[in-house]
C-alpha cells in the first residue's frame, strides 16, 4: 500500500484519518503490516468450511487425510509443512484429555497447513506412546494415505467418535508469526478428541486457525 503521506495527500485528509482507515482494513485482515517494510494487501483464498464430513471413514479409505478431504472441498491447492514429529511431555490439559499423568510421555505431531500456499492453520496432535510405538508410520513426517487415523485403525484402533471444543481469542505473536496475521486479528482455537470403540481417546488434536479463513460447519443427529 501506499505510504501514509501518500495516502494524505492522495485524498487530502488529515493523518489521523489515514492510520484509522488503514487500522480499519488491518482488522478486517484485508492487508498485513510488517515493521518497517509497510502494509501489504492480503491474499485472500476461498474460505473453507471445517466440516464433520471429513472424518468419514470413506475418506481415509480413499487414501485422504481429513485436511486433503476438506480442501478438495474448498477448491483451493493444499499443502503441509511437518514441523516437529517426536516424543514430548504431555502438557496438562493434554493429559487430561488421553488420562494420563501431566508430563507423561506422549507422541508429538506439529504441522503448518498452507492452502494456495497462503497458512491457514496450525495442529498438534497428540498420541499415547503406548498406543503408537510399535506404529513405524507415526514417526515419520508422511504417515501415509488416509493419515494418523487411517494408521490406527489398521493396528486395531477402531475410530467411534471425534469431540471437538472451539474457542476464540486474540492471536498470540507466536501465533501471528506461524500465520501471518497482523497484529490482534482473531484466530479459532479447536480441540478435537479421537475416540476408539474402546471408549480410549487415542489422539487430541489442538488447532490455531485463522479466523478469516474458516467456517466451522456441524451436522448433528436429532434423535437421542
Known amino acids: 500500500m501506499p505510504s501514509e503521506a501518500v495516502l494524505m495527500d492522495r485524498y487530502g485528509v488529515a493523518s489521523g484519518t489515514v492510520r484509522k482507515a488503514v487500522s480499519e482494513l488491518r482488522a478486517s485482515q484485508l492487508i498485513e503490516t510488517h515493521h518497517g517494510r509497510g502494509s501489504f494487501v492480503r491474499s485472500r483464498p476461498p474460505v473453507q468450511r471445517k466440516s464433520s464430513d471429513r472424518f468419514r471413514r470413506a475418506h481415509r ?40 499423568l501431566p508430563g507423561s510421555k506422549v507422541l508429538a505431531r506439529k504441522r503448518r497447513y498452507f492452502r494456495d500456499g497462503v497458512p491457514t492453520e496450525e495442529a498438534t496432535s497428540y498420541l499415547p506412546w503406548d498406543v503408537v510405538k510399535d506404529i513405524p508410520e507415526m514417526f515419520a513426517d508422511n504417515p501415509g494415505g488416509g493419515g494418523i487415523y487411517a494408521r ?8 467411534a467418535e471425534f469431540t471437538e471444543t472451539v474457542s476464540a481469542h486474540l492471536a498470540t505473536k507466536a501465533e501471528g508469526t506461524a500465520l501471518a496475521l497482523s497484529p490482534g486479528a482473531p484466530v479459532i482455537r479447536l480441540v478435537r478428541n479421537a475416540i476408539s470403540d ?4 487415542v489422539e487430541v488434536c489442538d488447532t490455531v486457525m485463522a479466523a478469516d479463513q474458516f467456517i466451522l460447519d456441524y451436522r448433528f443427529p436429532a434423535q437421542d
Open 198 to 201: 474402546t471408549g480410549r481417546v
Open 61 to 100: 479409505k480413499a487414501g485422504k487425510a481429513a485436511y486433503l478431504a476438506e480442501a478438495e472441498q474448498s477448491g483451493g491447492v493444499p499443502s503441509v509443512n511437518v514441523l516437529f514429529v517426536g516424543p514430548t511431555d504431555a502438557p496438562v490439559s493434554v493429559a487430561e484429555r488421553l488420562e494420563v
Open 152 to 159: 490406527l485403525e489398521e493396528n486395531g484402533h477402531q475410530l
